[in-house]
C-alpha cells in the first residue's frame, strides 16, 4: 500500500492558504508532480471605498476658481480695514489695475491709467482710440470724494510727479509699469498703491510706502 502519511496535511495547509494544489503520486506513494496556483483577491477593509484621483485638468479649474474668489475677496477684506472715507477710491484701483492689464494683453494693445494730480481724477485710454473718444475719456474720469487727496505718483527712479498728470502704461505684452500712487484722507491717513510690472494684483500699504524703504 502506498504511504499516505503527510498528504492529507499538505493538502489542508494549501487548503486553508487559499492555494489550489495538484499532486500526483508514484508507486511509494511519493509527489511527483506538485503544482500551485496562488489566488490572490483585492481586499478592502470595511468601512473604505477605492478613492480615485484628480486629473491635472480637474485640477486647473479648481485652483482656477479659488484663485478668482480670492481675487474679488480680498479688495473686500482691505477695505474693511480702512477708513469709510477711502473704501470707494480703493477699491477702484485695485479692480482696475488688474482689469487694464488682462485687456491690454487680450487685445494686445497698450493701455494707459492717467492720474490727474491738480483735479483728483483717474481714467483709462488705449493707444487705438481717437480724439473723440480720448476726450470723452478723460470727462467722464473717476472723480475722488471730496475727502481723498492725490498725493503724488512715484518711479522706481524716485521720480515723484505732485502737480499736474502722472501717466502709468500697460503693455500689450502683459506688464505694467512700476509705480506707487499715494492718497491721504482728511484724517491724515496716507494710503500707498504698488503696481508690479508682472504681478496682476495691487498691493496696498496703510502708510506712505516708498521705494527706498
Known amino acids: 500500500m502506498p504511504d499516505l502519511r503527510g498528504r492529507q496535511t499538505y493538502i489542508e495547509y494549501f487548503e486553508d492558504k487559499n492555494l489550489s ?12 508532480k506538485v503544482s ?13 471605498e477605492r478613492i480615485k484621483g484628480f486629473t491635472l485638468i480637474e485640477l486647473v479649474v479648481v485652483i482656477s476658481l479659488i484663485s478668482i474668489m480670492l481675487f474679488f475677496a480680498f479688495p473686500r477684506f482691505q477695505s474693511n480695514v480702512l477708513s469709510d472715507s ?10 482696475k489695475i488688474p482689469y487694464i492689464k488682462e485687456r491690454a494683453a487680450r487685445e494686445q494693445r497698450r493701455y494707459i491709467l492717467h492720474v490727474s494730480l491738480d483735479s483728483s481724477k483717474l481714467w483709462i485710454t488705449h493707444e487705438a482710440m481717437l480724439e473723440e473718444a480720448l476726450q470723452s475719456a478723460e470727462t467722464n474720469a473717476y472723480k475722488l470724494p471730496e475727502d481723498i487727496k492725490l498725493l503724488d505718483v512715484e518711479y522706481p527712479d524716485q521720480q515723484k510727479i505732485s502737480v ?11 506688464y505694467s509699469d512700476k509705480a506707487i500712487i499715494h492718497l491721504e484722507n482728511d ?10 510690472p508682472f504681478l496682476l494684483r495691487v498691493r496696498l ?4 510706502a516708498e521705494f527706498g524703504d
Do not use: H
Open 164 to 174: 499736474g498728470q502722472a501717466d502709468i502704461y500697460f503693455n500689450e505684452k502683459g
Open 36 to 48: 500551485i496556483n496562488v489566488s490572490c483577491q483585492s481586499t478592502i477593509m470595511p468601512g473604505f
Open 187 to 196: 484724517d491724515n491717513e496716507k494710503i500707498s498703491f504698488l503696481i508690479e
Open 21 to 32: 494544489l495538484t499532486q500526483g503520486l508514484d508507486k511509494r506513494g511519493c509527489f511527483t
Open 205 to 208: 500699504y496703510n502708510s506712505y
Open 86 to 95: 477711502t473704501k470707494e477710491v480703493s477699491r477702484w484701483i485695485l479692480l
